[in-house]
Structures are given as structure tokens and as C-alpha cells.
């Protein structure tokens, strides 16, 4: 029902930047917070950024500084803007959306989008 794609992923050099970006569609009558998560080859997934409707955001120690989450509530879209990029930050990143379902009664979802891989290297 509801339907969570991300894009913006590729390989960037040590140093450099990435847009990522993430929409959600389908059967939504509102989106609570937006997150992005990250999984590295051999690791748990962790969580990187996330930010709620109003806008409040939270980020990994490791990523503080150096990437900024964004939304645009009317596009159902959010975004990681990564600056500053280091081969540690090479992962796997998944978007994903909590929100309440267009329907009677009303029902809640959290949906991930199936991930778009980002790869730091020279």
C-alpha cells in the first residue's frame, strides 16, 4: 500500500558529496517521521539521520557536521545531502517512513525503501 523508493546513490571519491533522495506514494494520508538508515558490508544496519514533521532532526555522532536531512512534506520526499565523504561511509542506505494509511479506521505503516547503494572510493 505504500511504496518507498530511494535514488541518488553511486561511487564518489574520498572528500566528495552526494545527494540522496527518497520518496514515498501510495495509499498515504500522512507521514510522520523520515529516516535513513545505513548498512555496511558486514555490519548491523545503523541509523543515520532522522527528522520529524516539524522538522527536528537527529543524526549519527559519526555523520554530525558533514550530512543534513531534509523533507519536503508535500512531495512525501526526503533528502541526505552528504558532504565530506570517507570510505567508512560507504553502505548500503535505506529510507524509511512512518506515517498513517488512507483508510478507515485509520491505520499506521513504516515502510523501507529497498536501499541505494553509496560507494566512497578512489
Known amino acids: 500500500q505504500v511504496q518507498v523508493v530511494e535514488s541518488g546513490g553511486g561511487l564518489v571519491q574520498p572528500g566528495g558529496s552526494l545527494r540522496l533522495s527518497c520518496a514515498a506514494s501510495?495509499?498515504?494520508?500522512?507521514?510522520?517521521?523520515m529516516a535513513w538508515h545505513r548498512q555496511a558490508p558486514g555490519k548491523q544496519r545503523e541509523l543515520v539521520a532522522t527528522?520529524?514533521?516539524?522538522?527536528?532532526?537527529n543524526y549519527a555522532d559519526s555523520v554530525k557536521g558533514r550530512f543534513t536531512i531534509s523533507r519536503d512534506n508535500a512531495k512525501k520526499a526526503v533528502y541526505l545531502q552528504m558532504n565530506s565523504l570517507n570510505s567508512e561511509d560507504t553502505a548500503v542506505y535505506y529510507c524509511?517512513?512512518?506515517?498513517?494509511?488512507?483508510?478507515?479506521?485509520?491505520?499506521?505503516?513504516?515502510?523501507w525503501g529497498q536501499g541505494t547503494q553509496v560507494t566512497v572510493s578512489s
Open positions: 524509511n517512513v512512518e506515517g498513517i494509511l488512507a483508510m478507515l479506521p485509520p491505520k499506521r505503516f513504516n515502510s
Open positions: 527528522i520529524t514533521t516539524g522538522g527536528s532532526t
Open positions: 501510495g495509499s498515504i494520508f500522512s507521514i510522520g517521521s
